[in-house]
């Protein structure tokens, strides 16, 4: 009798699973977000104390550098326009708002001494905002706008900079996070990495092979010094998460020979391994496969040291582990074959690896975007099977075309990224635990300016009042994030999926 029960009572747990699967794509508790950052959005780049960062001399310096020779001194103004920003996240239901501070609105000159008190204040408005609406602020420390005074010495390839960063970090801890429970030190410090290496980003400082590795030594460094200030000053009273968010536009092999294999792995350590396996490996450190690359090569060419700086044991120790999840941003996925590409030397051409797109992929407004639905599952397997089972934050993902409201382009990559997704924790069984979009609104798209746009709203840049208007996918998104369902496509998508 007893087993009968048994058998009964089993047979409705398994049928009470099976029907909740079969009801929803996403857990009850899995979060959905939208993503800004502070240089794109805000505006306001002079006024009420903001001082410069490294973005408002690289537009103002060189327009030419920018696609449509423009810069983020209005942006979607949201400095002044914090009110309807508010309404649109509302009106959306997400679960969170990723936004980003700007350090020179809050440490003008980048240094404590003097705290710009209207900084303090706008931010004070957006968090408090944010919470009367019921929706959780997901704070990123920085976001690509380094203080320009902070550059003059030196930026981020000099290891100086990380006390700085720590120095702001407390500022925020202090005056935020009594409110603010979800912390990202930095947002893809890869792409930071490229001031210095790529000549492709703020301050677009070319010392490639050296700079890009120097670099990522301070951020590191800064981060997991931010991580332990929070464990040792903060966290029992102010009970948040702290981590970092890091991209990768995944890679797999162009074909299935064993060198192209070796090419695609050697394409995720190089790019998402530098900073990953550091804080979330058993191990620590860099990947191995940097590590022996980069000093066998500065030793052909003849360097007395290795290019890529070493821990010290103690740092290896003291970088592992500071995180509370693991914050990924993920757009779109290469092909990888062996080769060499990039500068001599660079960190491109020490991993000996050269990445292309298959031409039946959907592209986007984006040069470097393009549709590959089933990657952001193999990602977060990776990532799982690489670094053990850590909770995933999809801290950023979405697609750009030229502006269209009926932007069914987006609307299609939502929906099959989001499939894709769902796949990855239901039959995969990868923790996921929220997803993001990029973005809330058109913004200024860095190299771009205003000419790609990722936004769930259009916004006219032609009238200085910034109109907000929703697109199609803000629709979708919002019903998404209501129901924690996937909708079938309601047309057949024109790319044939
Ligand atoms: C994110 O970066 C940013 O966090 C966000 O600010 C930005 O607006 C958003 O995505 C959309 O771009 O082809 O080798 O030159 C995305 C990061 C940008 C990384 C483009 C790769 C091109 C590499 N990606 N970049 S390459």
């Known amino acids: 009798m007893l087993g009968f029960r048994l058998l009964v009572a089993a047979a409705l747990a398994v049928y009470g699973c099976a029907a909740q699967n079969a009801s929803l794509d996403f857990p009850e508790d899995f979060m959905f977000g939208v993503a800004t950052a502070a240089y794109q959005i805000e505006g306001a780049w002079n006024v009420s104390g903001k001082r410069e960062s490294i973005w408002d001399d690289f537009t103002h310096e060189h327009p030419d550098w920018i696609a449509d020779g423009s810069n983020g001194d209005v942006a979607c103004d949201s400095y002044h326009k914090l009110d309807v920003d508010l309404e649109m996240l509302q009106d959306l239901g997400v679960d969170f708002y990723r ?21 303090i204040s706008y931010y004070n408005r957006l968090i408090d905002g944010l919470l009367a609406a019921g929706i959780q602020p997901v704070a990123t420390m920085y976001h690509w706008d380094l203080p320009s005074p902070l550059q003059d010495l030196g930026g981020w390839p000099n290891s100086f900079t990380a006390d700085f960063f720590v120095q ?23 792409e930071v990495t490229r001031g210095y290496g790529e000549n492709d980003k703020a301050p677009r400082i070319n010392t490639h092979g050296i700079g890009e590795y120097l670099s990522a030594h301070t951020i ?84 007395p040291f290795s290019r890529l ?7 290896v120790e003291y970088i592992k582990g500071t995180f509370d999840f693991f914050g990924l941003n993920h757009y779109s996925t290469r092909l990888a074959e062996d080769g060499l590409a990039g500068e001599n030397p660079s960190r491109k051409r020490d991993g000996g690896y050269a990445t292309s797109f298959d031409p039946s992929w959907p592209t986007s407004a984006s040069d ?64 996921v635990i929220g997803y993001t979009a990029w973005s809330l609104m058109d913004n200024f798209e860095w190299l771009d300016g205003y000419t ?35 909708p079938e496509a309601e047309s057949t998508a024109a790319w044939g999926w």
């Not at 700007?102 to 900084?119: K, V």
């Not at 603010?180 to 930095?186: A, D, E, L, P, S």
């Not at 006219?460 to 629709?475: L, V, Y």
Request: proline content about 4%.
């Open 368 to 431: 470097w975007l393009v549709v590959y639905p089933e990657g952001i599952r193999l990602i977060v397997n990776w990532i799982n099977a690489t670094y053990g089972d850590v909770p995933i934050l999809i801290t950023e993902s979405g697609f750009s075309d030229l502006g269209e409201l009926n932007d069914t382009g987006r609307q299609d990559y939502y929906r099959e990224y989001l499939r894709q997704l769902s796949l990855a924790i239901n039959e995969d069984g990868i923790n």
């Open 220 to 303: 590191l460094l800064a981060h997991a010094r931010t991580y332990h200030m929070y464990d040792e000053e903060f966290r029992a009273t102010q009970q948040g998460r702290v981590s970092i968010t890091l991209n990768q536009d995944f890679c797999i092999p162009k074909d299935d020979s064993e060198e192209n294999k070796d090419a695609a792995d050697r394409c995720n350590q190089f790019e998402l391994g530098w900073f990953a396996h550091p804080i979330y490996s058993q191990e620590g450190d860099y990947p191995e496969v940097m590590r022996t690359r980069i000093d066998e090569n500065s030793a052909a060419e003849g360097r």
């Open 168 to 190: 702001y970090a407390r500022v925020l801890f202090e005056n935020f996070g009594d409110r603010v429970k979800w912390w990202i030190t930095f947002n893809e410090p890869k």
């Open 309 to 315: 700086p070493y821990f010290t044991s103690a740092q």
């Open 452 to 486: 790609a746009r990722f936004g769930l709203y259009y916004v006219d840049f032609e009238d200085d009042d910034r109109p907000r208007t929703a697109k199609g996918s803000a629709e979708l998104y919002k019903q998404i994030v209501a129901s924690h369902q996937v």
């Open 99 to 119: 936004f980003s501070f700007a350090w020179s609105r809050i440490l003008p000159e980048g240094h404590t001494d003097q705290i710009n008190p209207d900084g």
